[in-house]
Protein backbone atom coordinates (compact mmCIF):
# COMPACT_ATOMS: atom_id res chain seq x y z
CA UNK A 1 0.00 0.00 0.00
CA UNK A 2 1.77 3.25 -1.56
CA UNK A 3 2.44 5.58 0.80
CA UNK A 4 1.03 4.25 3.73
CA UNK A 5 2.88 3.00 6.84
CA UNK A 6 2.60 -0.43 8.03
CA UNK A 7 -0.42 -1.60 9.60
CA UNK A 8 -2.50 0.95 8.34
CA UNK A 9 -6.02 0.08 7.68
CA UNK A 10 -8.13 1.21 4.80
CA UNK A 11 -11.74 1.10 5.90
CA UNK A 12 -14.81 1.34 3.56
CA UNK A 13 -18.92 1.14 3.77
CA UNK A 14 -21.36 0.50 1.12
CA UNK A 15 -25.24 0.24 1.29
CA UNK A 16 -26.35 -2.89 -0.37
CA UNK A 17 -29.53 -2.34 -1.86
CA UNK A 18 -30.75 -5.47 -2.96
CA UNK A 19 -29.75 -7.24 0.78
CA UNK A 20 -30.76 -3.91 2.68
CA UNK A 21 -27.59 -4.06 4.28
CA UNK A 22 -24.49 -1.81 4.85
CA UNK A 23 -21.42 -3.74 4.36
CA UNK A 24 -18.49 -2.34 6.23
CA UNK A 25 -15.00 -3.36 5.30
CA UNK A 26 -11.14 -3.19 6.06
CA UNK A 27 -8.58 -3.64 3.94
CA UNK A 28 -5.16 -3.50 4.03
CA UNK A 29 -2.14 -5.19 2.52
CA UNK A 30 -3.10 -8.22 1.40
CA UNK A 31 -6.67 -8.70 3.35
CA UNK A 32 -10.15 -7.52 2.40
CA UNK A 33 -12.11 -8.26 4.61
CA UNK A 34 -16.02 -7.58 6.00
CA UNK A 35 -15.76 -6.77 9.89
CA UNK A 36 -19.94 -5.13 9.74
CA UNK A 37 -23.09 -5.87 8.55
CA UNK A 38 -25.60 -3.24 9.36
CA UNK A 39 -29.27 -3.31 8.00
CA UNK A 40 -30.83 0.13 6.63
CA UNK A 41 -33.04 0.64 9.88
CA UNK A 42 -29.33 0.15 11.84
CA UNK A 43 -28.72 2.88 9.79
CA UNK A 44 -31.80 5.06 10.33
CA UNK A 45 -30.73 4.72 14.03
CA UNK A 46 -27.36 5.64 13.98
CA UNK A 47 -25.64 7.89 15.73
CA UNK A 48 -24.84 11.66 13.75
CA UNK A 49 -21.41 12.79 13.73
CA UNK A 50 -20.23 16.60 12.70
CA UNK A 51 -16.13 16.58 11.38
CA UNK A 52 -15.37 20.35 11.24
CA UNK A 53 -12.69 20.58 8.53
CA UNK A 54 -13.95 17.12 7.47
CA UNK A 55 -13.06 17.46 4.09
CA UNK A 56 -9.38 17.27 3.89
CA UNK A 57 -6.51 16.07 5.82
CA UNK A 58 -7.01 14.48 8.84
CA UNK A 59 -10.52 15.77 9.00
CA UNK A 60 -11.28 13.80 5.94
CA UNK A 61 -10.02 10.62 7.50
CA UNK A 62 -11.98 11.17 10.27
CA UNK A 63 -15.20 11.54 8.41
CA UNK A 64 -14.47 8.40 6.40
CA UNK A 65 -13.79 6.43 9.58
CA UNK A 66 -16.63 6.99 11.26
CA UNK A 67 -18.74 6.27 8.13
CA UNK A 68 -17.08 2.65 8.12
CA UNK A 69 -18.21 2.67 12.04
CA UNK A 70 -21.50 2.97 11.09
CA UNK A 71 -22.35 6.97 11.39
CA UNK A 72 -24.14 9.13 9.72
CA UNK A 73 -21.83 11.87 9.23
CA UNK A 74 -21.51 15.24 8.04
CA UNK A 75 -18.35 16.86 7.47
CA UNK A 76 -17.65 21.08 7.09
CA UNK A 77 -15.37 23.01 5.37
CA UNK A 78 -14.38 27.07 5.15
CA UNK A 79 -13.88 27.73 1.21
CA UNK A 80 -12.02 25.05 -0.85
CA UNK A 81 -14.85 24.37 -2.69
CA UNK A 82 -13.39 21.84 -5.25
CA UNK A 83 -11.96 19.57 -2.58
CA UNK A 84 -14.94 19.02 -1.35
CA UNK A 85 -16.90 18.50 -4.11
CA UNK A 86 -14.29 15.94 -4.50
CA UNK A 87 -14.64 14.50 -1.20
CA UNK A 88 -18.27 14.21 -1.58
CA UNK A 89 -18.17 12.63 -4.85
CA UNK A 90 -15.98 9.75 -3.19
CA UNK A 91 -17.33 9.17 0.28
CA UNK A 92 -21.16 10.06 -0.40
CA UNK A 93 -20.45 11.99 2.86
CA UNK A 94 -22.52 15.50 3.04
CA UNK A 95 -20.82 18.79 3.19
CA UNK A 96 -21.22 22.16 4.12
CA UNK A 97 -19.48 25.38 4.00
CA UNK A 98 -19.45 27.92 6.90
CA UNK A 99 -16.35 29.58 8.85
CA UNK A 100 -15.99 27.89 12.41
CA UNK A 101 -14.84 31.34 13.75
CA UNK A 102 -18.07 32.95 13.42
CA UNK A 103 -20.47 31.77 16.17
CA UNK A 104 -23.88 32.56 14.11
CA UNK A 105 -22.39 30.73 10.98
CA UNK A 106 -21.78 27.85 13.48
CA UNK A 107 -25.76 28.16 14.79
CA UNK A 108 -27.19 27.96 10.99
CA UNK A 109 -24.54 25.52 9.96
CA UNK A 110 -25.36 23.16 12.97
CA UNK A 111 -29.14 23.88 12.20
CA UNK A 112 -28.65 22.78 8.64
CA UNK A 113 -26.98 19.83 9.89
CA UNK A 114 -29.19 18.64 12.06
CA UNK A 115 -32.17 19.27 10.00
CA UNK A 116 -30.70 17.49 7.22
CA UNK A 117 -29.75 14.23 8.88
CA UNK A 118 -30.62 14.60 13.02
CA UNK A 119 -29.11 15.75 16.26
CA UNK A 120 -25.67 15.77 16.63
CA UNK A 121 -24.27 13.05 18.65
CA UNK A 122 -20.26 13.49 17.90
CA UNK A 123 -18.78 16.48 17.12
CA UNK A 124 -15.24 16.50 16.32
CA UNK A 125 -13.57 19.99 16.27
CA UNK A 126 -11.13 19.52 13.73
CA UNK A 127 -10.72 22.69 12.07
CA UNK A 128 -7.53 24.47 12.69
CA UNK A 129 -5.34 26.94 10.82
CA UNK A 130 -1.75 28.13 11.40
CA UNK A 131 -0.03 31.99 11.05
CA UNK A 132 3.45 31.02 11.48
CA UNK A 133 5.90 34.18 12.88
CA UNK A 134 8.43 35.10 15.45
CA UNK A 135 6.16 36.64 18.38
CA UNK A 136 8.21 39.83 18.38
CA UNK A 137 6.85 40.54 14.53
CA UNK A 138 3.40 38.72 14.77
CA UNK A 139 0.33 40.87 13.52
CA UNK A 140 -2.98 40.93 15.58
CA UNK A 141 -4.48 39.38 12.52
CA UNK A 142 -2.21 36.46 12.72
CA UNK A 143 -3.57 36.29 16.37
CA UNK A 144 -7.22 36.68 15.76
CA UNK A 145 -7.37 34.48 13.29
CA UNK A 146 -5.83 31.62 14.62
CA UNK A 147 -7.36 31.86 17.91
CA UNK A 148 -10.30 32.40 16.82
CA UNK A 149 -10.27 29.70 14.46
CA UNK A 150 -8.69 27.06 16.63
CA UNK A 151 -9.84 27.66 19.70
CA UNK A 152 -13.21 29.89 19.14
CA UNK A 153 -14.21 27.20 17.05
CA UNK A 154 -14.83 24.88 20.32
CA UNK A 155 -17.16 27.48 22.00
CA UNK A 156 -19.04 28.51 18.22
CA UNK A 157 -19.65 24.70 17.80
CA UNK A 158 -19.80 23.01 21.10
CA UNK A 159 -22.72 25.81 22.52
CA UNK A 160 -24.64 24.60 19.94
CA UNK A 161 -24.71 21.02 20.75
CA UNK A 162 -24.20 20.86 23.95
CA UNK A 163 -27.87 21.50 25.34
CA UNK A 164 -28.90 19.09 22.88
CA UNK A 165 -26.50 16.05 24.12
CA UNK A 166 -27.39 17.21 27.57
CA UNK A 167 -30.84 16.36 27.05
CA UNK A 168 -30.80 13.30 24.97
CA UNK A 169 -27.66 12.55 27.81
CA UNK A 170 -25.66 11.43 25.42
CA UNK A 171 -22.26 13.11 23.75
CA UNK A 172 -19.29 12.77 22.50
CA UNK A 173 -16.87 15.82 21.87
CA UNK A 174 -13.55 15.30 20.18
CA UNK A 175 -10.98 18.12 20.32
CA UNK A 176 -8.30 17.98 17.63
CA UNK A 177 -5.70 19.58 19.27
CA UNK A 178 -1.67 19.79 18.70
CA UNK A 179 1.58 18.56 20.24
CA UNK A 180 2.50 22.19 19.79
CA UNK A 181 -0.01 23.39 22.69
CA UNK A 182 1.66 20.73 24.73
CA UNK A 183 5.30 21.53 24.84
CA UNK A 184 5.34 25.12 22.71
CA UNK A 185 6.44 25.26 18.85
CA UNK A 186 9.07 28.13 17.68
CA UNK A 187 7.06 30.66 15.93
CA UNK A 188 3.74 29.59 17.00
CA UNK A 189 2.79 31.26 19.79
CA UNK A 190 -0.62 31.87 18.42
CA UNK A 191 -1.22 28.54 17.26
CA UNK A 192 0.21 26.74 20.70
CA UNK A 193 -1.72 28.98 23.15
CA UNK A 194 -5.25 28.24 21.02
CA UNK A 195 -3.67 24.39 21.25
CA UNK A 196 -3.51 24.39 25.33
CA UNK A 197 -6.49 26.24 25.35
CA UNK A 198 -8.13 23.44 23.55
CA UNK A 199 -7.05 21.19 26.50
CA UNK A 200 -8.16 23.55 28.92
CA UNK A 201 -11.75 23.76 27.27
CA UNK A 202 -12.10 19.60 27.18
CA UNK A 203 -10.87 19.18 31.02
CA UNK A 204 -13.52 21.90 32.25
CA UNK A 205 -16.06 20.83 29.99
CA UNK A 206 -15.92 17.22 30.49
CA UNK A 207 -16.21 18.25 34.63
CA UNK A 208 -19.44 20.04 34.01
CA UNK A 209 -20.51 17.05 31.92
CA UNK A 210 -19.40 14.06 32.91
CA UNK A 211 -22.85 12.81 34.69
CA UNK A 212 -25.05 13.50 32.03
CA UNK A 213 -23.19 10.85 29.44
CA UNK A 214 -21.22 13.52 27.36
CA UNK A 215 -17.17 12.85 27.45
CA UNK A 216 -15.07 15.51 26.22
CA UNK A 217 -11.47 14.10 25.17
CA UNK A 218 -8.59 16.00 23.35
CA UNK A 219 -6.28 13.90 20.66
CA UNK A 220 -2.53 15.55 20.42
CA UNK A 221 -1.56 14.59 16.48
CA UNK A 222 2.25 15.09 16.07
CA UNK A 223 3.93 15.43 12.24
CA UNK A 224 1.40 13.73 10.17
CA UNK A 225 1.13 13.47 6.79
CA UNK A 226 -0.92 16.30 5.52
CA UNK A 227 -0.79 18.88 2.48
CA UNK A 228 0.66 20.71 5.65
CA UNK A 229 3.39 19.13 6.11
CA UNK A 230 3.81 17.73 3.02
CA UNK A 231 4.68 21.33 1.72
CA UNK A 232 7.70 21.12 4.41
CA UNK A 233 10.90 20.85 1.88
CA UNK A 234 11.81 16.79 1.91
CA UNK A 235 15.20 18.18 3.04
CA UNK A 236 14.07 19.90 6.20
CA UNK A 237 11.67 16.80 6.80
CA UNK A 238 14.60 14.36 6.81
CA UNK A 239 16.63 16.38 8.57
CA UNK A 240 15.35 18.66 10.91
CA UNK A 241 12.00 16.46 11.61
CA UNK A 242 12.07 13.18 10.95
CA UNK A 243 15.05 12.45 13.90
CA UNK A 244 12.86 13.89 16.23
CA UNK A 245 10.14 11.36 16.08
CA UNK A 246 11.32 8.02 17.62
CA UNK A 247 9.26 5.87 15.34
CA UNK A 248 10.87 7.90 12.93
CA UNK A 249 8.18 8.52 10.33
CA UNK A 250 5.33 11.05 9.88
CA UNK A 251 1.68 10.15 11.31
CA UNK A 252 -0.88 9.04 9.15
CA UNK A 253 -4.76 11.00 8.90
CA UNK A 254 -5.94 7.38 9.33
CA UNK A 255 -3.97 7.10 12.73
CA UNK A 256 -5.93 9.95 14.40
CA UNK A 257 -8.88 8.71 13.03
CA UNK A 258 -8.79 5.51 14.30
CA UNK A 259 -8.15 7.49 17.69
CA UNK A 260 -11.53 9.58 17.22
CA UNK A 261 -13.05 6.52 16.63
CA UNK A 262 -11.83 4.80 19.66
CA UNK A 263 -13.22 8.03 21.62
CA UNK A 264 -16.66 7.96 20.33
CA UNK A 265 -17.90 4.59 20.48
CA UNK A 266 -20.59 4.47 23.12
CA UNK A 267 -18.32 1.88 25.27
CA UNK A 268 -15.99 4.76 25.45
CA UNK A 269 -17.82 6.24 27.85
CA UNK A 270 -15.74 6.01 31.22
CA UNK A 271 -12.98 8.08 29.43
CA UNK A 272 -13.75 11.89 29.69
CA UNK A 273 -11.45 14.57 30.18
CA UNK A 274 -8.34 12.65 28.55
CA UNK A 275 -5.54 14.62 26.34
CA UNK A 276 -4.09 11.24 23.75
CA UNK A 277 -0.97 11.95 22.53
CA UNK A 278 -0.67 10.49 18.79
CA UNK A 279 2.85 11.57 17.66
CA UNK A 280 5.33 8.81 17.26
CA UNK A 281 6.46 9.04 20.53
CA UNK A 282 7.88 12.75 19.99
CA UNK A 283 6.55 14.30 22.76
CA UNK A 284 6.02 11.86 25.78
CA UNK A 285 3.36 13.42 28.54
P1 LIG B 1 -5.75 20.82 6.59
O1 LIG B 1 -5.24 22.19 6.32
O2 LIG B 1 -5.32 19.69 5.71
O3 LIG B 1 -7.39 20.85 6.59
C1 LIG B 1 -8.02 21.79 7.40
C2 LIG B 1 -9.52 21.65 7.28
O4 LIG B 1 -10.11 22.63 8.15
C3 LIG B 1 -10.03 21.94 5.89
O5 LIG B 1 -11.18 21.14 5.62
C4 LIG B 1 -10.43 23.41 5.97
O6 LIG B 1 -11.44 23.78 5.03
C5 LIG B 1 -10.97 23.47 7.39
N1 LIG B 1 -10.95 24.83 7.95
C6 LIG B 1 -9.89 25.65 8.12
N2 LIG B 1 -10.29 26.84 8.62
C7 LIG B 1 -11.64 26.76 8.77
C8 LIG B 1 -12.65 27.65 9.18
N3 LIG B 1 -12.38 28.90 9.60
N4 LIG B 1 -13.94 27.23 9.17
C9 LIG B 1 -14.25 25.98 8.75
N5 LIG B 1 -13.35 25.08 8.36
C10 LIG B 1 -12.05 25.47 8.34
O7 LIG B 1 -5.39 20.55 8.12
P2 LIG B 1 -4.92 19.20 8.84
O8 LIG B 1 -5.76 18.07 8.40
O9 LIG B 1 -3.45 19.11 8.71
O10 LIG B 1 -5.25 19.57 10.37
C11 LIG B 1 -6.48 19.23 10.99
C12 LIG B 1 -6.39 19.59 12.47
O11 LIG B 1 -5.32 18.86 13.07
C13 LIG B 1 -6.11 21.06 12.73
O12 LIG B 1 -6.83 21.49 13.87
C14 LIG B 1 -4.62 21.08 12.99
O13 LIG B 1 -4.25 22.19 13.77
C15 LIG B 1 -4.45 19.77 13.71
N6 LIG B 1 -3.09 19.24 13.67
C16 LIG B 1 -2.49 18.93 12.46
C17 LIG B 1 -1.20 18.41 12.45
C18 LIG B 1 -0.52 18.01 11.18
O14 LIG B 1 0.66 17.63 11.23
N7 LIG B 1 -1.16 18.06 10.03
C19 LIG B 1 -0.45 18.23 13.68
C20 LIG B 1 -1.17 18.56 14.88
C21 LIG B 1 -2.44 19.06 14.86
P3 LIG B 1 -11.03 24.10 3.49
O15 LIG B 1 -10.75 22.76 2.87
O16 LIG B 1 -12.24 24.75 2.94
O17 LIG B 1 -9.83 24.98 3.53
Known amino acids: MPGLAPGIFISAS?????????LSF???PGQFR?????????????????VTGGTRGIGAAISKSLKAAGYKVAASYAGND????????????PVYKWDVSSFDACAA???????????VDVLINNAGITKDGAFHKMT????????????????????????GMRARKFGRVINISSINGQKGQFGQVNYSAAKA??????????????????????????????EMVQAVPKEVLEKSILPLI????????????????????DEAGGITGSTMTVNGGQYMV
Open 197 to 226: GDIGFTKALALENAKGGITVNAICPGYINT
Open 246 to 265: PVNRLGEPEEIARAVVFLAA
Open 14 to 22: VFNNASNLR
Open 26 to 28: VKR
Open 109 to 119: GVKQVEADIGP
Open 140 to 163: LDQWNAVINTNLGSLFNMTRQVIE
Open 34 to 50: LIKKTTKEDYDMARVAL
Open 82 to 93: AAAEKFKAETGI
